[in-house]
């Protein structure tokens, strides 16, 4: 299979969708997270919208610094039909999906949106918040460890007390079968200590909706109704933003 250079970052490396098993689930440091006060929130780039088919595992992609493709959906073996109305060849893959939107609505600033409202609500809870892009000097490199939680090693970064990751893709799975394509959001909101890089805050996102106006019997119904699709997705990620915010509500500052 030949893949664009989005879809090769894309399934570069691959993480088990069964470390995400459950809902969206947080585990947080109350004490270490009080005792921020700066925080550097690493942007990661465009949004890139995926579609997931029938054929073998769902899996969740490490994401490769300053490629921008950060969280994308993807699978290890990716089904002819995903492709089918996207654009019919051998060498379709996940990414199809995204090059659609992309050639069709361009950027869709999804990911502008999510980071502004996530750095909101840090900005709301006390925090000074600072961005920079993955691309940015000093930042440290994630791994996914043995259990797929993403661990952060390197240098102590210098530019704020703590830096925060938003690794959380979104796109249309189906499991095959008689089954429709439905939204999915999944991927992890994690919070390092700057000095140690201990995960002082992560927030597990499994976001799943069936049965729901944007729920899709095929891949060329999805097509022929994209700028909608996609407006379900973007409305799936932007739900992520409450339960963040909830989730430092509950943080004494």
Do not use: C
């Amino acid at each position: 299979m030949l893949l664009k250079k989005t879809g090769f970052a894309a399934l570069m490396l691959l993480i088990s969708i069964a470390g995400h098993a459950r809902d969206t689930t947080s585990e947080v440091n109350a004490e270490r997270v009080s005792a921020v006060k700066t925080v550097t929130v690493v942007y990661p780039g465009k949004a890139v919208y995926i579609t997931v088919g029938p054929s073998g595992p769902i899996h969740i992609p490490v994401p490769i610094p300053g490629v921008g493709v950060v969280g994308a959906l993807a699978m290890g073996a990716v089904a002819g039909a995903v492709g089918v109305g996207l654009g019919k060849h051998d060498n379709d893959s996940p990414t199809s999906l995204n090059d659609l939107v992309t050639a069709r609505f361009g950027d869709t600033g999804l990911n502008r949106r999510f980071t502004d409202s996530i750095e909101t609500v840090l900005r709301n809870h006390g925090f000074t918040v600072q961005e920079v892009d993955a691309s940015a000097p000093g930042l440290p490199t994630l791994k996914p460890d043995a259990h797929r939680m993403w661990q952060a090693s390197g240098s102590p970064y210098q530019g704020s007390d703590a830096v925060l990751f938003l690794r959380v893709g979104t796109g249309y799975v189906t499991p095959g079968g008689f089954h429709g394509f439905t939204r999915r959001v999944i991927g992890d909101i994690v919070m390092f200590q700057s000095d140690s890089y201990d995960a002082i805050l992560r927030q597990h996102v499994n976001w799943k909706q069936s049965g729901d106006p944007y729920s899709y019997s095929s891949i060329d119904a999805l097509d022929s109704d994209l700028r909608r699709a996609i407006d379900g997705l973007d409305e799936g990620l932007m739900a992520q933003v409450d339960p963040f915010n909830k989730l430092l509500d509950s943080i004494p500052r």
